[in-house]
């Protein structure tokens, strides 16, 4: 079956740096999503990997390994706003969007 | 700015009833897409159109219809609601049919909640 796996909460502190981690076993592979979803709000698209690497934006990277199903989201300079849910997506071979459960930040002052 | 609106944030119904949730999106994106989100499960795909008239089944489309009769506009019909069609319900929509790796943009969501 397909499977995306990343921790269900994690917590940090304001002006910290924190890694998300997401790793996935799907059938094929075209492209990996994050997406940052605040409590009661609509996720909205944070990064797109499909080439292993590290891509930076901001205070936010994500980096993808293919040989190893691998993600990780890299929040710098943590601030309050960053407290949200943070949820990885894989496009599989038929460009379907398999989801993970998403990871809950929390962040303390 | 792409916008996706959804008729209703709060909604709550009867078991039974018929149920209409409406999705609008003003980008003349080709793509649309129901899910449900509950918690500890990732998104589920319901159903998604990529085109006037056309829709595909998606993971979960058991108990649920759509319907896509403008480019815009996405319903989402719930034949006779149950309780375990308690959920949040997000639309999303995307830029081209042949572009498949299109960001997906989403509305602000229902929540529906069925007695």
């Known amino acids: 079956g397909q499977n995306i796996d990343q921790p269900t909460e994690m917590t940090a502190t304001e002006g910290a740096i924190v890694q998300i981690n997401c790793t996935y076993q799907t059938s094929g592979f075209n492209g990996l999503f994050w997406y940052q979803q605040h409590a009661g709000e609509a996720p909205t698209f944070l990064s797109y990997n499909v080439l292993d690497g590290l891509e930076e934006k901001g205070r936010f990277s994500s980096f993808l390994s293919r040989s190893k199903g691998y993600s990780y989201l890299l929040l710098k300079e943590l601030q309050m706003k960053d407290s949200a849910s943070y949820l990885c997506a894989v496009l599989d071979s038929n460009y379907q969007l398999i989801w993970g459960a998403g990871t809950k930040l929390i962040i303390k002052p | 700015d792409v916008k996706v609106t959804q008729s209703s944030r709060y909604l709550v119904k009867r078991t039974g009833e018929k149920v209409f949730l409406e999705c609008v999106q003003d980008m003349d994106h080709e793509n649309m897409f129901w899910y449900r989100q509950d918690p500890g499960l990732g998104l589920r795909l319901i159903y998604f159109?990529?085109?006037?008239?056309?829709?595909e089944k998606g993971d979960i489309p058991e108990g649920y219809s759509v319907s896509r009769e403008k480019k815009e506009r996405f319903s989402l019909i719930l034949e006779s609601a149950s309780t375990n069609q308690t959920s949040m319900y997000l639309c999303a929509s995307s830029l081209q049919a042949q572009e498949r790796t299109d960001t997906q943009y989403f509305g602000p969501g229902t929540r529906l909640t069925v007695l």
């Open positions: 159109s990529y085109d006037v008239k056309m829709k």
